[in-house]
DNA sequence: GCCATTTGCCTAAACCCTTTAGGAAGCAGC
DNA sequence: GCTGCTTCCTAAAGGGTTTAGGCAAATGGC
């Protein structure tokens, strides 16, 4: 009987691996044992739960999506900030869907906390600084460009763009141009 | 043995009912059986399967909403339209969350195109008539506001502005006054 | 009011996923 | 080569999905 060598590091970066393949949500703790050749039992040396699988998974995804943001922004400002920022996003929901669909799995609050995703939030402040803004309007600011990145992603995911003229690249490339105005011109009340 | 009176119809409500309160990745055909004191086999006597049931709620999700939509659109226009359009999707999905997850349920292209979601484009589009933008530039519109009603309403439900500071409502508000603002001054490369 | 047909709900059973308990074989250090 | 920890296993219980086949309740024609 050789031993498969599992560990939760493995498991966890197998089971990015298929989220990618099959979809977060058809990622289960059996469908990984069947990956590795063994038994579903086996996987719970390793892993708490279901819930500690996808748990991880989501920590994985959002840890690379903020290394890859934090590479894109180094030396940009403005508007090619903003610009690569929002690509990152949206290439890495095409390049990994299930990944991406990880990092947006609710995350119990402490797994949050431990989370990338206050890198997140301190990237998109370092965007904002390229603009004149002061809070709270910044804070507006910050919601808004997470509500466009996330639910454009997700819509265009979803297929929601595809089949219908103008194609998406161009309605992502005049979204963000109409962004990048909007916070040159932040209204103010 | 006296019958419970079921039908699809009624299922797909108290699913609906169902999502609202536990959530409609929760919602299961078991559940629903418990729900009525039922068999669970008795079910599939009105629906397909499980997926069939989760499709029907997600478009009865789509009707109400484009229901309570056209009922808000109607005798406004501009700022305020864009406004009540808004809310009618945050309030629907603070109202109803269960609903409003199903409302964003992927359905396969032939429930998609049977579905309210082509109304739900219209009355997008019958809003931008408040502004002046020829096409393309209408249809990158319509997307931007697909996207941050879409993305907003579900960052908010995930709870990522609750807890600091300005409050959900405020920050709304103001990227209202913001679109508003960026859909009169659209601008062209 | 009776009977035949339709319909609605049931039992039974197969299959898959999750999770825990307890056992045996591999591997490391001495 | 023994000791003990770790890894993987078998077994079993519990829940969700789905199909097949059966009996009883409702419905409507006479």
Redesign the interface.
């Known amino acids: 009987m050789v031993r498969a060598g599992l560990s939760t590091e493995r498991l966890v970066r197998a089971g990015a691996e298929l989220a990618d393949e099959v979809g977060f949500e058809q990622v289960t703790v059996s469908a990984l044992a069947r990956r590795f050749d063994v038994k579903v039992a086996s996987l719970y040396s390793h892993l708490k739960n279901s819930q500690d699988l996808k748990t991880r998974i989501a920590l994985l995804a959002l840890e690379e999506l903020a290394d890859r943001a934090a590479d894109a922004l180094a030396g940009r400002a403005g508007k090619d900030a903003l610009s690569a920022f929002a690509d990152v996003y949206r290439d890495y929901a095409r390049e990994h869907p299930g990944r991406y669909e990880a990092a947006?799995f609710?995350l119990d609050p402490e797994a949050a906390a431990a989370s990338a995703g206050g890198r997140h939030a301190q990237m998109t402040r370092a965007i904002l600084r390229g603009y004149d803004l002061a809070e709270?309007?910044q804070?507006?600011?910050v919601?808004?460009l997470?509500?466009?990145?996330?639910?454009?992603v997700?819509?265009e995911a979803?297929?929601?763009?595809s089949h219908?003229?103008?194609d998406s690249q161009?309605?992502w490339t005049?979204?963000l141009?109409?962004l990048d105005?909007?916070l040159r011109?932040?209204?103010t009340?």
């Open positions: 947006r609710r709270p309007d804070t507006h600011a919601r808004l997470g509500s466009v990145f996330h639910g454009y997700s819509l979803a297929g929601g763009f219908s003229a103008p161009e309605s005049r979204i141009d109409a105005s909007l011109n932040w209204p009340p």
